[in-house]
């Protein structure tokens, strides 16, 4: 069993900053890539950044320069530290991770259960 669990949403003004983070945990071998997803209302599910576990990184156009991807490996942890927010980065930010549980099985991916980010004055 494996466990992706966000935290650090909140509400927070225009222009500020917010830290998010997610750890896995549970029977887990191997982490791959691991990405931060997000889905406003009535809106699809996009890709906010990605990151694998040799730290290559990859964001979406639109957030490059205020959003940044990191992960610590020995706690099996991925941040996204977001800049400069805008009233549009409102959303339901997921993560996201690919894992192997076992050396011999292919990775599967999880996702947490996402953590709520508003920006508003």
């Known amino acids: 069993q494996v466990q992706l669990v966000e935290s650090g949403g909140g509400l927070v003004q225009p222009g500020g900053s917010l830290t998010l983070s997610c750890a896995a945990s549970?029977?887990?071998?191997?982490?791959?890539?691991m990405g931060w997803y997000r889905q406003a209302p009535g809106k699809p599910r996009e890709l906010v950044a990605s990151?694998?576990?040799?730290?290559?990184?990859d964001y979406a156009d639109s957030l490059k320069g205020r959003f940044t991807i990191s992960r610590d490996n020995a706690k099996k942890t991925v941040y996204l530290q977001m800049n400069t927010v805008k009233p549009e980065d409102t959303a339901l930010y997921y993560c996201k991770a690919d894992i192997k549980s076992n050396p011999l099985l292919t990775q599967k991916t999880y996702w947490g259960q996402g953590t709520q980010v508003t920006v508003s004055s």
């Open positions: 990151i694998t576990n040799s730290m290559s990184t």
């Open positions: 549970g029977n887990i071998f191997r982490i791959n890539v």
